[in-house]
C-alpha cells in the first residue's frame, strides 16, 4: 500500500483507492474463498455430524477478529464506506431475488422459469461476490504483512458483525413496529436501545485505520 494510499485513508477519511473489485489482486481472491470456507465447513460438519459445537469455530474466529481489531493490531473497517460495502454484499443480492422472483412465470415448471431462475440466481452470486471482493481487498491492502490468520479472522469478523447486527436491528425494530404480545414493544425498544448504544461505542473503535498505523509508526 503506498503512502499517498495511507494519507488518503488516514487525513480524508476515505479509502475508495482501496475498497475496489480488484481481482487480479490474489491475496485478496485467496483471502474470500479461505473466509467463505472457514464459514462454509463449520456449518456443514455441524450439519452432518448433528454436533452445534463445531459452530463455535466461527464464534471463535469472529471474537478473534473482533479483538484484533478493538487492539488496533489490524485495521477493521477502513471507513465508513467499508461498513456500507458489507451491507450491500447482503442487500443487493437480496434486493436482485426479489426483484426475479416477481418475474418468474406462473408455470414455475418450465424451461424458462428454469433458466431465468439460473440467471437471477447467477446475477445474486455475481452483486455478493463484487461486494465481497473489495471487503476482502480493503482487507489485504491495508493489512500487508499480517498473518493470513489474522486476516481470515478479521474478514469474517467484519463481515459476520455487520450482518448480525443488521439482523437483530431489523429483528427488533419489526418486535417493536408490530408487537404480537404484551412487552414486545418496551422489550424491543430497550434491545434497540442497548444495540445503538453498542454500535455507538464500537464505531470510532473499528473504523480504525488512522489507530492502527499511528500504532504501526510507533512500533516499526
Not at 427488533?172 to 425498544?189: E, I
Request: net charge neutral.
Amino acid at each position: 500500500m503506498s503512502q499517498e494510499q495511507i494519507a488518503q485513508v488516514i487525513q480524508n477519511n476515505d479509502a475508495s483507492s482501496v475498497l475496489v473489485s480488484d481481482w487480479g489482486n490474489r491475496s485478496a481472491v485467496m483471502l474470500m474463498c479461505i473466509s467463505l470456507a472457514a464459514i462454509a465447513v463449520p456449518i456443514f460438519l455441524a450439519i452432518w455430524a448433528s454436533y452445534a459445537a463445531f459452530l463455535w469455530i466461527i464464534v471463535a474466529l469472529v471474537g478473534y477478529g473482533l479483538y484484533l481489531g478493538l487492539s488496533n493490531e489490524v485495521v477493521y473497517y477502513a471507513d465508513a464506506k467499508d461498513i456500507w460495502n458489507i451491507v450491500f454484499m447482503a442487500a443487493a443480492p437480496f434486493g436482485i431475488l426479489i426483484v426475479g422472483a416477481t418475474m418468474m412465470p406462473e408455470d414455475t415448471s418450465s424451461i424458462w422459469a428454469t433458466l431465468l431462475w439460473l440467471l437471477i440466481s447467477s446475477l445474486a452470486i455475481a452483486a455478493a461476490a463484487w461486494f465481497g471482493i473489495k471487503s476482502t481487498n480493503a482487507t489485504v491492502l491495508m493489512n500487508s504483512g499480517v498473518e493470513t490468520y489474522k486476516l481470515v479472522a478479521v474478514s469474517m469478523s467484519k463481515v459476520l458483525l455487520v450482518f448480525i447486527f443488521a439482523s437483530l436491528m431489523i429483528g427488533n425494530l419489526n418486535r417493536t413496529l408490530s408487537p404480537k404480545k404484551p412487552g414486545d414493544f418496551s422489550g424491543g425498544l430497550m434491545v434497540l436501545g442497548i444495540l445503538i448504544a453498542a454500535g455507538a461505542w464500537l464505531y470510532p473503535k473499528l473504523v480504525n485505520a488512522q489507530s492502527v498505523f499511528e500504532k504501526r509508526a510507533a512500533n516499526p
